[in-house]
């Protein structure tokens, strides 16, 4: 996560955006459209099915099919990218810290 944040303060996101990343639901940092995206991202990242008829919903309200289209590509890759480089042992993070360490008893 450390290089996902270092991008966010380098592209203009307060500590305070950043900090709510970890209870999005619970937020109140994010507008609605954006807080939906984050929620779509974060249920389409931990498992496809997550993203239930509700949120799907909120996407459209929110979003053109060709956005949601766009914002899905974006998590898809973007998940991918993390896999791949975690596998693969690549650190992208700038440190002398494991990029994604094995998490114990996993």
Same mark, same amino acid.
Not at 37 to 62: G, N, P, S
Not at 97 to 105: A, I, L, N, W
């Given at each position: 996560?450390?290089?996902?944040?270092?991008?966010?303060?380098? $592209?203009?996101?307060?500590?305070?955006?950043?900090?709510?990343?970890?209870?999005?639901?619970?937020?109140?940092?994010?507008?609605?459209a954006?807080?939906?995206?984050?929620?779509?991202?974060?249920?389409?990242?931990?498992?496809?099915?997550?993203?239930?008829?509700?949120?799907?919903?909120?996407?459209?309200?929110?979003?053109?099919d060709?956005?949601?289209?766009? $914002?899905?590509?974006?998590?898809?890759?973007?998940?991918?990218?993390?896999?791949?480089?975690t596998?693969?042992?690549?650190?992208?993070?700038?440190?002398?810290?494991?990029?994604?360490?094995?998490?114990?008893?996993?």
């Open positions: 996560m450390a290089g996902h944040t270092a991008l966010a303060r380098q $592209i203009g996101y307060t500590e305070d955006e950043i900090a709510a990343l970890q209870k999005v639901a619970e937020s109140e940092v994010f507008d609605p954006l807080k939906t995206a984050l929620l779509y991202a974060e249920a389409a990242t931990r498992d496809a099915h997550r993203v239930d008829d509700k949120l799907f919903d909120e996407m459209k309200r929110h979003y053109s060709s956005e949601i289209m766009e $914002i899905t590509s974006v998590i898809g890759l973007t998940n991918y990218w993390n896999r791949f480089t596998a693969l042992r690549i650190d992208l993070s700038g440190s002398n810290e494991p990029y994604d360490p094995p998490r114990p008893g996993v």
